[in-house]
């Protein structure tokens, strides 16, 4: 869990009056930090140079270091005229979005800047952020790169620039709808208003926290100011493969957020499994096993190869509501039963509706197919909370039913 550290002149601390608390209309800054000590200091006296005289604000720190940096924030915060918060989270949850999501929730401002703490988003830039939003009436103003006045220019390298255009051109390309209007999803620097956040529906995963509340939860008024990305202060820069794996797998979480999408993906798997399970038949086949065996054992193949994939693309954040080896039975059930339940279902459909052998063999598996992702979900990744809420409302409704009587 998070703790709070304060300083004299933060918001909570027991010596700051209520007027001296910011007016609704301030600002918010949400900095996550990971072991960025060598550029807060300079990071504050940014935001003193350019934003109190303009727009009273406060700064809220969201630190997962390692390092000294909350100290760091600490000493330097006796300097600032405004109120500095450092929240530490023992458990990084989430990574920098979640780190942000901690600072949306602990903001005390009408506005909201969440904006990265390696000196690469100019402070002088939030004051414009919050005046764009009040004149275009928005509920998320993005800074970005990618309109006319903005640059890209701190980025190290063309390996990092590259990177950072095929995430841009992917994610537009999965959301268009949702990130309509907004030029650069990947900017790290943005001003929402705090009634447009509902932080109970974020489920960030890496870095890319703008991405996740567009896509959750898009306010619906947005418009962009330019920017001109800096260069890093001090330290070395957190995009690493690691954290590039990480924004993929949110990619795929999103995109597979709603069932119709993960039926698709579902399908989609379940069409790949066909590969090893028929590379499998014809090895034993060929090695003589009778094809009734060699038929029921490749399957198995199959079966494993396509539960596999669904751990890693489709369900993974289920994975911790059971254990792994009950996942795997459950899982191994159903899709075996599929196999079962599709014979004696092409009989029916064949002798009692009168369909040929085809009509009737694909309709039984477009059936089965359904029975089979529905039973996937609710009875090998459902949430465990999702069963006890059902459990409860049983009982409920027995006590309900007794006290009628």
């Known amino acids: 869990m998070s703790h709070e550290s304060t300083v004299p002149g933060e918001l909570g601390h027991p010596s700051v009056r209520a007027a001296e608390v910011p007016e609704p209309g301030a600002v918010t ?5 990971f072991n960025e000590s060598g550029n807060v200091r300079r990071l504050l006296h940014l935001i003193t140079e350019s934003v109190p005289a303009r727009l ?25 005229p405004f109120p500095v918060t450092v929240l530490h989270r023992e458990e990084p949850a989430g990574g920098l979005g979640g780190a942000v999501v901690e ?19 100019p402070p ?16 998320l103003v993005v800074a970005s ?13 063309s390996y990092r620039i590259a990177v ?8 537009k390309a999965l959301f268009p709808r949702r990130l309509h209007g907004i030029s650069d999803p990947m900017s790290g620097f943005f001003a929402i208003r705090r009634s447009e956040v509902t932080a109970e529906v974020l489920k960030p995963l890496g870095y890319k926290i703008l991405l996740e509340l567009a896509v959750r939860s898009r306010p619906q008024a947005v418009t962009e100011v330019p920017f001109v990305f800096e260069e890093r202060f001090a330290g070395e820069s957190k995009s690493t493969a690691q954290e590039g794996l990480r924004f993929l797998r949110h990619l795929a979480g999103l995109r597979t957020a709603s069932p119709l999408a993960r039926m698709v993906v579902f399908g989609l798997i379940g069409l790949s499994g066909f590969v090893p399970n028929l590379a499998a038949l014809w090895a034993l086949t060929e090695a003589g096993v009778h094809y009734l065996p060699a038929e029921i054992a490749a399957n198995q193949f199959g079966v494993a190869w396509n ?12 994975r911790r509501h059971r254990h792994w080896a009950d996942r795997t039975a459950r899982f191994a059930l159903i899709a075996n039963a599929d196999l079962v339940l599709r014979i004696p279902l092409i009989a029916l459909l064949v002798g009692q509706f009168g369909l040929s052998v085809l009509p009737a063999t694909a309709l039984a598996l477009v059936i ?3 029975l089979r992702f529905a039973g996937t979900e609710a009875l090998v990744y459902l949430p465990r909370r999702s069963r006890e809420a059902a459990r409860t409302a049983t009982r409920t409704a027995a006590r309900t039913a007794r006290s009628d009587a």
């Open 103 to 121: 600072g949306l929730k602990a903001a005390g401002s009408d506005w909201i800047v969440v904006m990265d703490g390696d000196c690469q988003h």
């Open 56 to 80: 009273p604000c406060e700064v809220v720190f969201v630190d997962d270091s390692t390092d000294d940096t909350p100290d760091v924030i600490r000493a330097a915060a006796l300097d600032c």
């Open 145 to 157: 790169r990618y309109i006319k006045g903005g640059s890209r220019a701190g980025l190290a390298g």
């Open 368 to 370: 089965t197919f359904v």
């Open 29 to 33: 800054i949400v900095v996550p930090t």
């Open 307 to 318: 539960f596999l994939l669904l751990e890693r693309l489709l369900f993974r954040d289920r």
């Open 124 to 139: 002088a830039l939030v004051p414009e952020l919050v005046a764009t939003g009040e004149r275009a009436n928005a509920g």
């Open 164 to 171: 950072s255009r095929a995430a841009t051109w992917l994610t």
